[in-house]
């Protein structure tokens, strides 16, 4: 007896799976194949290229708080090999009257994956953008670099925002030897506006008359 081999048809396969409710996933097609240079860019990608960090009004400022972010997935490229570099980014800040927009500085981070880039510059540029945009009360930034070459990189950036001092005239009416803590007054009679209500002015009165600042 002889037994005959049948051949399975591809498009009945195809049809049956149709049939059944198997949905084939949308694949999108290349322009010149996966070998080519000259390729259609998906818009993840292009809204990569275009990342902007933005900022939003801060809407809670009878208080400071702190804001945390973590960024595992951080990539950039060496500058000398070329080869990818991989870090955990981590942000906290104190904001002062602005906020960072969650998505742009999701977009920011992930366009460093295409920039040769070392680092220590990654830290710094990151924490200067961040400056630049919110200039907030304070900022820190910490590049986590997974261990190549048998070292673990870990680079960190800290910034605060330095106090506005307002000044103003006002005459000394203290007993002498009245003193204070905080070293905010540089010349005679001309003292804090915040030192004063706080009352610790570093100053000496010298028998009503004149304040001479100890700095």
């Known amino acids: 007896m002889s037994s005959k081999k049948t ?3 591809p498009k009945k396969n195809k049809k049956k799976s149709q049939k059944k409710g198997h949905k084939e996933a949308f694949v999108p097609a290349r322009e010149t194949g996966l070998l080519g240079t000259a390729e259609r860019l998906c818009h993840g990608e292009i809204a990569v290229e275009d990342a902007e960090l933005e900022r939003f009004p801060n ?3 009878v208080r400071r708080y702190t804001i945390d972010f973590t960024c595992p997935e951080f990539t950039c490229l060496c500058p000398r090999s ?3 570099d991989f870090a955990t980014i981590r942000i906290r800040y104190v904001p002062d009257q602005w906020c ?8 920011y981070i992930n366009s ?11 830290t ?10 919110l200039d907030p009360h304070e900022i820190q930034v910490v590049g986590d670099f997974t261990v190549r070459g048998n070292i673990h990189t870990v680079v960190t950036a800290d910034h605060v925002k330095k106090a506005k001092t307002k000044w103003s005239a006002v005459t000394p009416s203290g007993p002498q030897g009245d003193t204070c803590s905080l070293a905010q007054a540089h010349c005679q009679c001309r003292l804090c506006d915040c030192c004063r209500l706080l009352c610790v002015f570093d100053c000496t ?3 009503g008359r004149e304040a001479k600042c100890r700095i």
Do not use: Y
């Not at 710094?124 to 945009?133: A, P, R």
């Open 7 to 9: 051949k399975k048809d």
């Open 59 to 61: 809407r809670t400022l």
């Open 82 to 84: 070329g080869f990818p």
């Open 100 to 107: 960072v927009e969650l998505k742009s500085l999701k977009l």
């Open 112 to 122: 460093f994956r295409n920039k040769k880039v070392f680092h220590e510059d990654v």
């Open 124 to 133: 710094n540029v990151i924490i200067q953008d961040m400056i630049d945009l």
């Open 205 to 207: 009165f010298d028998s």
